[in-house]
C-alpha cells in the first residue's frame, strides 16, 4: 500500500446552476473540512515537506480550499471555470503571495505535464457530465488530465459524497425531496469514481469517509435554514426542482416546524450522517 499501517478499507475519519449568482452568496454558509487527509496523503505519499509541494485547486470555486491550503504547502495554484467564483477566489487570496488563481477548464488543463505534486478537488465532478450520463466523458477527462499535470508519483485527494450520502446524510437538501434525489442522480457511485482512476494510471490508495459537513455549524444549527433564500444559493440542489416543487416542499418544512416533527426529521439526518458519513474522498497516486 502507499500509505503504511492502512488498509484499503474504507476509513471513518455541466454547470447547472448559475454559479456567477450564486458566488455572492457562496461563502456565507461554505466551510473547508477535511484539510487533514489532504495534508496526511500528501505526506505519507511523497514523504517531502508540505512546504516543497506545489498543489493544484481543480474547480477551486471562491478559493476556500486555496486559502487554507496555502498556509500548510509551498505553493497552490486554483482553476475555476466561472467568472464570478473566480472572482471571489481573486479577493480572497490577493495578499498571500503563495496563491494564484487562473480561469480554467479541468478537463482541458492549460499547464504543461508532470508540474504539480498534489491535485485537489473537491465536490466538483458531479458538475461535469450530464445526470443520465453513463461513461462520464467529462469525469474521464479530468482524471486524464489531473494525471498528465502530476509529477511521477504525485497524488490526486479527490472529494465527493456518494447517492446514498447525499440522499440521507444533510437534513438541509433533504427537506426538499426532488432536490436532494435530482443531486443524487448526478453523483457517481464511488466504485466508479475508482475505476476511472485507476483507468487513467492512478494507483489507489485509501478511501475516507468523513462525517464534516461542508455547510457552516451555524447553518445546520438553523432549523429555519431552507427557508432562507441566500443560504439555499449555497447549495447547487435547489437548482434542480421547479419553483412549485420547492415551494411544496418548503411548505411540508413549515408544517413540521411548527407541529415539532422537524427535530426527528434533522435527527434521523444526523444519525446517517454518523452512520455513512456525509463526503468520501479517494486517494490516488500516479505511477
Not at 450522517?273 to 474522498?281: A, Q, S
Amino acid at each position: 500500500y502507499l500509505w503504511p499501517g492502512l488498509a484499503r478499507d474504507q476509513l471513518m475519519a455541466q454547470e447547472y446552476e448559475n454559479y456567477s449568482q450564486t458566488s455572492q452568496d457562496y461563502d456565507s454558509a461554505r466551510v473547508t473540512y477535511g484539510l487533514e487527509v489532504i495534508t496526511g496523503a500528501l505526506c505519507c505519499a511523497l514523504r517531502r515537506p508540505l512546504k516543497e509541494l506545489h498543489i493544484l485547486d481543480a474547480g477551486c470555486g471562491t478559493g476556500n480550499f486555496t486559502a487554507a491550503l496555502s498556509g500548510l504547502v509551498g505553493k497552490v495554484t486554483g482553476v475555476d471555470l466561472n467568472e464570478g467564483m473566480r472572482r471571489k477566489a481573486l479577493e480572497k487570496t490577493a495578499h498571500l503571495e503563495n496563491v494564484e488563481v487562473k480561469e480554467g477548464d479541468v478537463t482541458n488543463l492549460s499547464f504543461p505535464s508532470n508540474l504539480f505534486d498534489g491535485v485537489v478537488i473537491n465536490q466538483v465532478i458531479h458538475h461535469l457530465d450530464e445526470p443520465d450520463s453513463t461513461d462520464h466523458p467529462n469525469v474521464r477527462k479530468f482524471m486524464s488530465e489531473a494525471h498528465r499535470v502530476l509529477k511521477p508519483g504525485g497524488v490526486l485527494i479527490l472529494n465527493t459524497s456518494s447517492p446514498e450520502q447525499v440522499r440521507k446524510s444533510l437534513w438541509f437538501i433533504a427537506v426538499v425531496p426532488p432536490a436532494a434525489e435530482g443531486l443524487a442522480k448526478r453523483m457517481l457511485p464511488i466504485e466508479k469514481s475508482e475505476g476511472f482512476m485507476s483507468q487513467a494510471g492512478f494507483k489507489l490508495g485509501p478511501v475516507f469517509i468523513l462525517p464534516q459537513s461542508p455547510h457552516s455549524p451555524n447553518l445546520l444549527q438553523d432549523k429555519r435554514a431552507p427557508l432562507i433564500a441566500e443560504l439555499r444559493n449555497t447549495n447547487s440542489s435547489f437548482s434542480l426542482v421547479t419553483p412549485e416543487q420547492l415551494k411544496e416542499h418548503l411548505d411540508i418544512w413549515r408544517q413540521k416546524l411548527e407541529d415539532g416533527s422537524a427535530d426527528q426529521f434533522i435527527a434521523e439526518c444526523e444519525e446517517n450522517r454518523k452512520r455513512i458519513g456525509l463526503t468520501t474522498t479517494l486517494i490516488g497516486q500516479k505511477q
